[in-house]
């Protein structure tokens, strides 16, 4: 078999040893077990703005007495926690699962008391729970390497009546719109010119350099683990765990998914119900930028609702009412 032709020609150099699928998903695994210990701190829309937008998409959801869900790829416990505070007694049970098992030590730390909430790193395993009438997920199917057969292999674990919660994607509508695309490439330019004023790039730059950063950490322990046989940069491991999301550094700087493509793709099992779009300053967040870009941002967005560059949305099994 030769290997090479499915791989992006930015991979060859570090001469990768397995297939690209068992790549992405070893790469993501070993960083997101590095990146598990920072992840609450480091990320500021877990406080400050996926709350909001959890609360809007589980308002979406029909009334029901029983809910068994399946929380795929949960990190930290983010989505689990909205969903148990929002629909309290109607969650009868709940599977975390997540391949890292650090993030899942973070998880059950956090909401290991609650008796509803089992905990897993093993998917056939999760099945034992199911099947499960609701699927979350917040973030995660950016970094899967095959996202159609993932959500496909999903469906025996869902009931025929199963809703899907899908939290904080990249989108690609914004980079469609050339008044999005404009901004953010101001945006970028101001961002690299005043980047020296804020101390978290000095310790960004000093971890690189020190190789101390999880993308460093992920490159030296997946070439000791003969994932590739020369030392992969920073660069190539971050494109491999945002998989889907194309880096800044590509001619082609489209990030993310379609949502009508994922409507075309997946109609067979999912019936899009709701979606909304946001942050208008593209790949960076809204949260620490100054008022004059969020004034800009927000124009953006009255104008153009449905251009934001990350979404959420909530599917049902086109059979559920
Ligand atoms: C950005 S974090 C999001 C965590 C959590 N859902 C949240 O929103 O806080 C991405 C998560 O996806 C998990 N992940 C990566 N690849 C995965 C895969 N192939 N299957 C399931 N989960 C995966 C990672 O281990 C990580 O916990």
């Known amino acids: 078999m030769n290997w090479f032709m499915e791989f992006p ?35 500021l829309e877990i406080r400050q703005l996926w709350p909001g937008l959890w609360a809007e998409m589980i308002q979406q959801l029909p009334q029901r ?41 973070r998880c059950h730390g956090r909401l290991g008391n609650d008796p509803r909430v089992n905990f897993s790193d093993d998917l056939v395993r999760a099945r034992a729970g199911g099947p499960y009438n609701l699927l979350i997920t917040n973030s995660v199917l ?82 000791k683990r003969r994932l590739f046989a020369a030392l992969p940069s920073d660069t190539v491991i971050a494109r491999l765990v945002d998989f889907h999301v194309r880096h800044l550094i590509d001619a082609d700087s489209e990030r993310g998914f379609d949502l009508s493509v994922m409507e075309s793709v997946f109609k067979q099992h999912w019936l899009l119900r ?21 004034n800009k941002a927000h124009l953006l967005q009255e104008k153009f609702p449905a251009d934001g560059a990350n979404f959420c949305a909530v599917w049902s099994r086109p059979v559920s009412n």
């Open 142 to 223: 950016h970094h899967l390497a095959d996202v159609e057969e993932t959500i496909y292999g999903l469906q025996s674990l869902l009931s025929e009546d199963a809703y899907w919660l899908s939290g904080n994607e990249p989108s690609t509508r914004f980079y469609k719109n050339a008044l999005c695309v404009q901004l953010f490439q101001h945006y970028t330019a101001y961002y690299e010119r005043t980047k020296w004023f804020r101390p978290s790039a000095y310790v960004g730059k000093l971890k690189s350099l020190l190789g101390v950063n999880s993308l460093s950490a992920t490159a030296r322990l997946a070439h």
């Open 274 to 294: 709701w979606s909304k779009t946001y942050s208008y300053l593209g790949a960076f967040g809204e949260l620490s930028a100054r008022r004059t870009w969020l």
């Open 9 to 43: 020609s930015w991979l060859a150099p570090f001469e990768p040893l397995v297939p690209l699928k068992s790549l992405v998903e070893e790469i993501n695994t070993i960083y997101h077990s590095f990146d598990a210990k920072n992840y609450d701190a480091e990320h």
């Open 65 to 105: 007495n029983s809910w068994r869900v399946l929380d795929f790829g949960c990190g930290t416990g983010f989505e689990a926690e909205q969903l148990l505070h929002h629909q309290g007694s109607s969650i009868h049970f709940l599977m975390a699962y997540d391949p890292s098992r650090e993030m899942l030590a």
